[in-house]
């Protein structure tokens, strides 16, 4: 404590003062939002500008970010994976007593999966995308343990279903780039028709971009998730009276 004290002071300090010399909210004199939003609807017929830039104007930068995001979940399971605690912390299992919150908590996880899968599918049309909703849909599964027990989240974290899925969705967006690469164009150069502005047939290889970035953070969010439940949280858990 005698080192993280003067250090948090100090992080405390830089932050105070970085968020005191902010500009006031809407004070924006550079010109990068602007001519983004003059080019980006034309030029890729995605009616969300924010998508557009993140999967076409800096889509290589997003790229990095998706396996910075892969690479931490790979260290995580590394360092906590251990199967012989993971079947022990299984039997430590506990549920909610109320059942009027546990009604309400289910219905959350349906609600949260279903707002998730919607800001995945219309995120280049509307404010969401592959991550945004990749990460609410890995929360709603996560109610499960909350609302009911670790037994009923662990069938939604079975490993050898989502290793493969989070590969093939960070390496999706490689597949794209490589494919652009090999009919002679740029890295991640749209190979596909811009469709309609507006509706999900819009944005070209957007679309599976954007797909791919969900299902590498949904997986990775479980796998993360399930990985600190089962060495922190679970193992000091009551057992459940009914297993």
Known sequence: MMVLGPGLL???????????????????????????????????HTTNVVMGTTFDVRGV???????????????????????????QAERRTRRLPNDTARLVGIAMVG?????????????YITPGGGFQGGVLAAGAILLLYVVGSHRDYRPFRDVHALDPLESLGSGGYVIVGLAALASGTAFLTNLFGLGTTGTLLSGGSIAILNWASAIAVTCAMVLLFAEFLETYVVPLEPEDSGS
């Open 10 to 44: 100090g992080l405390g300090s830089l932050f105070a003062w970085a968020m005191a010399g902010l500009p006031a909210f809407g004070d924006y004199h550079g010109p990068y939002g602007f001519v983004l939003n003059r080019v980006v609807v034309p030029l890729r």
């Open 111 to 123: 609600g949260g999966l279903l707002v998730g899968l919607w800001l995945m599918a219309f995120g």
């Open 61 to 87: 930068d997003t790229m990095g970010e998706e396996f910075i995001l892969y690479a931490a979940v790979v260290g995580v399971t590394l360092l906590l994976r251990d199967e012989t605690r993971s079947k």
